[in-house]
């Protein structure tokens, strides 16, 4: 091969890796990035696609196992309409895929064709295998109500540490809901329960 011939073989190499560097910017760029605290992604390549607060429900079945119901999807394609029997009846929906992937991700529904499933209208089913839950430690969420994040969780209040005998403040300690296995505090509290 003449180096002339490697040349302008080498200047065609190059133009098409720019041009499909160009073309993978451009769909970078038109990606939407979620903030929040959980966010639910594509499990084939991390590509947002929905806000946990955004679930309506989590009862819902899909082609291969659990799905959930979203108020709003972003940073997929949507395919054409078709008619499908579903376990709820007839529902006109299309194939939503994944705009980096292009993996099937769930369908969206365009119409109810039942008076009760009406709420379903333009709202997404994302099954639960094609979704990967990023949790962001930047954000402080409360658990839900009712349940604890850890047994032995500080409380909420002061207990005014203040020592006014000795007319000294001293520094607030820490006061734990339930004493902690080994320590005095524990052993104070075993003495003093009441005997069964």
């Known amino acids: 091969m003449s180096p002339r011939a490697a040349s302008g073989r080498k200047i ?16 970078n760029d038109s990606m939407v990035y979620l ?6 992604s594509c499990a084939q390549c991390r590509t947002h696609l929905t806000s946990h607060d955004d679930i309506i429900s989590k009862s819902f079945h899909g082609r291969h196992g659990r799905a959930y119901l979203f108020d709003q999807c972003v940073n997929v394609t949507i395919g054409p309409a078709e008619d499908r029997l579903l376990i709820t009846g007839l529902h006109s929906v299309c194939d939503i895929f994944c705009k980096r992937c292009k993996n099937l991700v769930g ?33 402080d969420v409360a658990p839900p109500a009712g349940e604890k994040t850890d047994r032995w969780r500080k409380r909420s209040m002061s207990w005014g540490d203040n020592d006014s005998a000795s007319g ?13 296995a080994g320590s005095a505090a524990a052993a104070a509290a075993a003495s003093s329960a009441p005997g069964c």
């Open 107 to 139: 369908w969206t529904y365009q119409k109810a064709y039942e008076n009760s499933q009406k709420y379903k209208e333009g709202k997404f089913i994302i099954e639960k295998i094609n979704l990967h839950l990023e949790e962001s430690d930047y954000y």
């Open 12 to 27: 065609l190499n190059d133009s098409v890796t720019k041009a499909r560097a160009r073309d993978a910017q451009r769909v």
């Open 35 to 40: 903030d929040g605290a959980q966010v639910y």
């Open 168 to 180: 000294r403040d001293r520094a607030p300690s820490i006061v734990y809901e339930y004493p902690l």
